[in-house]
Each structure stands twice: as C-alpha cells, then as structure tokens.
C-alpha cells in the first residue's frame, strides 16, 4: 500500500522556521514528481511549491518564494519543506502528494496522484 506520511508541522512564532517531512513507503518515487500544498478551513486546498523528479527544478506560489525551499532526497524516499520567516498567514495544514509516473513539476493539485494525511502549521503573531 502507498503511502506518503508528513512529519515536522507544529507551532511557532512569527519569523521562526519549520521543516516539514513527507517519506514515501510502498512505492519508490524517485521518477515523480512531488509537491507540498496547504488548506486552511473553508478554503481550497492551494498549491505552494512542487519539485521535479531530480530535484533540479522547483517553483513555488508567490508568497513563499525567498521564505520556503522545498528539496527531496530520493535515496530515502523523502521530500522536505524548509520554511523561514514564518508568518501567521503560512498557518495552515500542509499536505504532500507525488505525481506517480511523472517526472515533471506541477503547480495544479489535479496533476497529482499521492497524498499524505496533512500536518497542522501553526504560527502565532
């Protein structure tokens, strides 16, 4: 059984730092692409950063570029989210996916195939 699994989520104060983990078991991922999205009650899950297969190229939502890097390490399986400067409006549930197959980033959440239970941000002002 696939399965993409978040760790890392928490509380912090404004303008501190989080790195967020999603580790793959049950299937390799290293020929897919992935992402990171979060949602915040009553609104749209939105995408906010997506890596390529290799990890070579990677595009992220404007309001975290300069703030988040996102990175993989396909010998284990796990893709990372580091986010610095951390603002109240970054709180949300943030979830992985993996677009099985597919070595290409993308930005639209029904280009994915995988994803994890989600992991609570929250940052406090």
């Known amino acids: 059984q696939v399965q993409l699994v978040e760790s890392g989520g928490g509380l912090v104060q404004a303008g501190g730092s989080l790195r967020l983990s999603c580790t793959a078991s049950?299937?390799?991922?290293?020929?897919?692409?992935m992402g990171w999205f979060r949602q915040v009650p009553g609104k749209e899950r939105e995408f906010v950063a997506t890596?390529?297969?290799?990890?070579?190229?990677?595009y992220y939502t404007d309001s975290v570029k300069g703030r988040f890097t996102i990175s993989r390490d396909n010998a284990k399986n796990t893709m990372y989210l580091q986010m610095n400067s951390l603002k109240p409006e970054d709180t949300a549930v943030y979830y992985c996916?993996?677009?099985?197959?597919?070595?290409?980033?993308?930005?639209?959440?029904?280009?994915?195939?995988?994803w994890g239970q989600g992991t609570q941000v929250t940052v406090s002002s």
């Open positions: 049950g299937r390799t991922f290293s020929s897919s692409a």
């Open positions: 890596i390529n297969w290799s990890g070579r190229n990677t």
């Open positions: 996916a993996a677009r099985a197959g597919f070595l290409e980033a993308a930005q639209s959440k029904t280009n994915y195939h995988y």
